[in-house]
C-alpha cells in the first residue's frame, strides 16, 4: 500500500484563511517532501524535511513532522486564490537509489 | 530556459501503436525518473536511471522501454499500446539517486483510443 496518505481529501477555504493538509505514513523514511502540482501541469517541490527535523519554513509555508506518530502537516498562510492546486506529500525510505513514494494529494481550492 | 521539458504534451492513438515520449533535462542532474499519474491523480514511480545506467525499475509491464542516450535525456517507449495506458506520463530530474527535491516536466497526456 502507499507510503504516505494525505488528508483531507479535499479542502475549500476563503483567501486569507490558513489551510493544514496532513500526511500520514507507515514505515521509517529519510525524508518528506511536499509538492504542489497546479491543475494540467507538472509537480513543483516545496520543501523538503528530514527525519531529523521538526519543524521547516518556506515564505508562507510550514512543516511539520512527527517521526512518533509518522506524520507531517503542512500549514500556508494566509491563502491566496493562486494557492489553489493539488499537494502531494511524498517520503523518501532510507537508503540508496530510494524512491519517493507519492500519497494521492489533497486539492485545495481557495475562494477569493 | 525550460528546466526539464518533455514531448510531446498530448498524444493520441490507437490501441496496438507504438509510441515514445521524450524527456531533457538542462540542470546537470545525473538523475531522471519517469513517473505515470492516472486518472485520480496517484502518481507512481516508474523507472530511474542515474548516469545513463538503471537503478529503479518497478514493476512496469515489458511493453514500456526507458532509453537513456546520455544523462541529460531519459527517453519512454511503449510498445503495443492498451487502454490502461492512458493516464500522464511526467519526467522528472534531481541531483544524485538519493531522494532529494525533484524537478518534473510539464506532463505528457497520453489518451489510447
Known amino acids: 500500500s502507499q507510503q504516505g496518505e494525505e488528508d483531507p481529501q479535499a479542502l475549500s477555504i476563503q483567501e486569507g484563511e490558513n489551510a493544514t493538509m496532513n500526511c500520514s505514513y507507515k514505515?521509517?523514511?529519510?525524508?518528506l517532501q511536499w509538492y504542489r502540482q497546479n491543475s494540467g501541469r507538472g509537480l513543483v517541490h516545496l520543501i523538503l524535511?528530514?527525519?531529523?527535523?521538526r519543524e521547516k519554513h518556506s515564505g508562507r509555508l510550514r512543516v511539520t513532522l512527527d517521526t512518533s506518530k509518522k506524520s507531517s502537516s503542512l500549514l500556508i498562510t494566509a491563502s491566496r486564490a493562486a494557492d489553489t492546486a493539488s499537494y502531494f506529500c511524498?517520503?523518501?525510505?532510507?537508503?540508496?537509489?530510494?524512491?519517493?513514494?507519492f500519497g494521492k494529494g489533497i486539492t485545495l481550492s481557495v475562494r477569493p | 530556459d525550460t528546466a526539464v521539458s518533455q514531448t510531446p504534451k498530448y498524444l493520441v492513438t490507437q490501441m496496438g501503436n507504438d509510441k515514445s515520449i521524450k524527456c531533457e533535462q538542462n540542470?546537470?542532474?545525473?538523475?531522471m525518473y519517469w513517473y505515470k499519474q492516472d486518472s485520480k491523480k496517484f502518481l507512481k514511480i516508474m523507472f530511474s536511471y542515474n548516469n545513463k545506467e538503471l537503478i529503479i525499475n518497478e514493476t512496469v509491464p515489458n511493453r514500456f522501454s526507458p532509453k537513456s542516450p546520455d544523462k541529460a535525456h531519459l527517453n519512454l517507449h511503449i510498445n503495443s499500446l492498451e487502454l490502461g495506458d492512458s493516464a500522464v506520463y511526467f519526467c522528472?530530474?534531481?541531483?544524485?539517486?538519493?531522494?532529494?527535491?525533484?524537478?518534473f516536466g510539464p506532463g505528457t497526456r497520453l489518451t489510447v483510443l
Open positions: 514505515t521509517s523514511i529519510n525524508n
Open positions: 524535511i528530514r527525519s531529523n527535523e
Open positions: 522528472a530530474s534531481s541531483q544524485g539517486p538519493s531522494p532529494n527535491e525533484q524537478f
Open positions: 511524498a517520503t523518501a525510505l532510507t537508503g540508496a537509489n530510494s524512491k519517493l513514494t
Open positions: 540542470l546537470g542532474h545525473d538523475t
